[in-house]
């Protein structure tokens, strides 16, 4: 099983529908486990409980970016290589990202104002993350604006390519800009920052939510390839019946 | 050579003429510029302390106004498809027509800021770093903005779309604009550092907008 057979649609349908309850038995179990170890998680001694937002938070940051880079790879693969599911793969993650940066930002939000009194800060890493959503609004109404779905899939790729170029703007905007939002402490040069207690549960939620892309992801180009038979089914049926 | 700078002839003779649109868009500055103080209130303290921004703001909506001039036209009669199946890269032909596009509507704007500063009560100072800001700024706006041209051109409707798409991209110049401007005018901070960066915004612009753009009219025409 290469990447070439699944461009058969038939055989990834045959495949997912293999996979995709193992994935979401898979994807149960490890966010339980997540969401019990971060709630027995040890309080923040600076930040109190209110430091198990994190849990919830960062992953939801961390996959806004993930399914960006996962459409700019489906945007190569639809301009270079001509890969069938390529466009299948972008259209459907595009409203699951946007999904995890609305949540990224309320969270964020939600913790923002217990530990800097404020739901939102013109801060470098929020505006970002802010431009980041608007282009996924911007990128779906793309989407949308174009029936057929080959040249929709063309010109989505190209913006989302364009937008790629956010990307380490957001990675490192605490870096480079010294605002509110702290700077990268787990993915960082020199080791993280983090302590076991807290590290441990954060990888393991970080781990449930990539599962929970890929399942969702899954199910959602399924969809996908399915309205398309459907559509093509009711297009030959029209050209049928007015021969 | 000869084909680009007759191309980049035709568009600018072509926007400058009636029905080319280009000087609207001063003329949207103008009436943008004019109704802040309506807006915020005619204190004159006030408005220079916001007048860099309200320029900025002005020369970024009136540029996104005549954006959708910069393929529709040639898309609607025609030329376009000529124009992409001739023998120059699509590439440099975007690029032409995008300089041939800041020429006419993006320069008119830049000429027009020491004006339009006057009525904002802001001093020679203050005029030239914003007008200086906006002559490194907005040839990055148009560069950006052809994208979303390119892209709304092949849709067939996609006048609203152009603003939703462009819009987010044109943040960075917005923020660094204005910062540069804020800083030579009140700031402690310098004025070098965000005008090098808004000129590296303009530099990378030209870069990728026009392959972007020719990518997207290429898969986009039929």
């Known amino acids: 099983m290469t990447l070439i057979d699944l461009a058969n649609p038939t055989k990834f349908l045959t495949l997912t529908a293999r996979v995709l309850p193992w994935l979401a038995a898979l994807t149960a179990v490890l966010l339980l486990v997540g969401l019990y170890q971060s709630a027995m998680a040890p309080d923040d001694y600076q930040q109190g409980s209110t430091v198990k937002i994190m849990f919830v938070h960062v992953p939801n940051a961390w996959l806004s970016m993930f399914v960006w880079g996962v459409m700019s790879l489906a945007a190569l693969g639809t301009l270079v290589w001509r890969h069938p599911l390529a466009d299948v793969a972008a259209k459907a993650a595009a409203p699951i990202g946007a999904a995890f940066t609305f949540l990224a930002l309320v969270t964020g939000s939600l913790w923002g104002r217990p530990m800097w009194g404020t739901y939102w800060e013109w801060d470098a890493r929020l505006t970002s993350v802010l431009i980041l959503f608007l282009m996924y609004l911007g990128l779906i109404a793309l989407w949308r604006a174009v029936e057929d779905p080959s040249r929709a899939a063309r010109a989505a790729a190209i913006l989302t390519l364009v937008g790629a170029l956010n990307l380490p703007i957001i990675k490192f905007s605490v870096d480079w800009w010294n605002t509110l939002h702290q700077p990268a402490s787990v993915m960082r040069m020199g080791g993280t920052a983090l302590d076991r207690a807290f590290l441990i549960p954060l990888l393991v939620m970080a781990v449930a939510f990539s599962l929970l892309f890929v399942t969702l992801h899954l199910a959602a180009m399924r969809n996908e390839i399915l309205r398309r038979r459907v559509r093509s089914l009711q297009m030959m049926q029209a050209s049928q019946r007015s021969a | ?222």
């Open chain 2, 1 to 222: 050579m000869t084909a680009l700078a007759a191309l980049i002839r035709r568009d600018i003779r072509i926007a400058l003429r009636v029905g080319g649109g280009a000087l609207i868009g001063v003329l949207f500055f103008l009436t943008v510029v004019v109704l802040m103080p309506f807006a915020v209130g005619p204190d004159l303290a006030l408005l220079t302390r916001l007048g860099p921004a309200i320029l900025w703001l002005g020369a970024l909506l009136a540029s996104l106004l005549t954006l959708d001039r910069l393929f529709m036209a040639d898309h609607e009669d025609g030329s376009l498809d000529l124009i992409v199946m001739s023998r120059t890269p699509l590439e440099l032909t975007c690029a032409a027509k995008a300089l041939a596009h800041w020429l006419a509507a993006g320069l008119p704007l830049i000429v027009a800021t020491p004006v339009l500063g006057l009525l904002l009560n802001l001093d020679a100072t203050a005029t030239s770093a914003v007008a200086l800001t906006l002559l490194a700024g907005t040839p990055a706006l148009t560069f950006t903005g052809m994208i979303g041209a390119a892209l709304a051109v092949t849709l067939h409707r996609g006048g609203l779309l152009l603003a939703v798409l462009v819009l987010p991209l044109s943040i960075p110049v917005l923020i660094f604009g204005v910062s540069a401007s804020q800083a030579a005018i009140t700031g402690p901070l310098s004025f070098g550092t965000p005008f090098s960066i808004l000129c590296a915004l303009s530099l990378v612009s030209l870069v990728i907008g026009p392959f972007a753009a020719a990518a997207s009219l290429r898969h986009g025409l039929d």
